[in-house]
């Protein structure tokens, strides 16, 4: 069963940077699709960015410019450089994992991310 365990979120100021890792187990790493996504309180949980086994990489409008997924397939990891942080980039952040084909896909618990201004 793959495991997907992200680390990294804290408390920051405004403008400040973070970096998520997500540690996943498993050789599928390589072959998959990873994601990141957000929940704010309140909100649902959106896609901030998508890496390929490639990757090619994408980002929502709100992030472009700003944070950057990478990814490491020596160490299983997924990153997320987030800079220039402002208050609604506050949420938890979760990784998603997608496998060829597609189903299942699996997620993280989360790391929450919190940016004072």
């Known amino acids: 069963q793959v495991q997907l365990v992200e680390s990294g979120g804290g408390l920051v100021q405004a403008g400040g940077s973070l970096r998520l890792s997500c540690a996943v187990s498993g050789s599928i790493f390589t072959i998959s699709v990873m994601n990141w996504y957000r929940q704010a309180p309140g909100k649902e949980r959106d896609l901030v960015a998508s890496i390929t086994s490639g990757g090619s990489t994408n980002y929502a409008d709100s992030v472009k410019g700003r944070f950057i997924i990478s990814r490491d397939n020596a160490k299983n990891t997924v990153y997320l450089q987030m800079n220039s942080l402002k208050p609604e980039d506050t949420a938890i952040y979760y990784c998603?994992?997608?496998?060829?084909?597609?189903?299942?896909?699996?997620w993280g618990r989360g790391t929450q991310v919190t940016v004072s201004s």
């Open positions: 998603k994992l997608i496998r060829p084909g597609g189903l299942p896909v699996s």
